[in-house]
């Protein structure tokens, strides 16, 4: 049975998933603003929810720091950038390729 983590490399702007501390998979991320920086530290996904509207695109994967998740875009070319109020940033595919593998409680790291 997999035991799946996530890391976010903040400085790389991608995000890994490990299997038994392997990564098996790499996304590219868009993050924090300067102004408003996603939070390094460690982290659950508490839910998820499809289709949320708004920026979020097709996925939101809420964390147990309020008012922070993993989620969709309805702006693909703001992927890699420096683009959101904190939250981390996948392209549409991605996030919901990334939620059918990880079940909420899965952690997540975020490191500078």
Known sequence: MPAYRIIVDLSDRQLYLLDNNIVV????????????????GDYIIINKQPNPGGPFGVLWMGLSKPHYGIHGTN????????????????????????????????RVTIRP
């Open 25 to 40: 998979r790499g996304f590219p991320v868009g993050i924090g603003r300067m102004v408003t920086q996603t939070p390094s």
């Open 75 to 106: 702006d693909p070319s703001s992927i890699g950038g420096l683009v959101s109020h904190g939250c981390i940033r996948m392209y549409n595919e991605d996030v919901l390729q990334l939620s059918r593998l990880v079940p909420i409680h899965t």
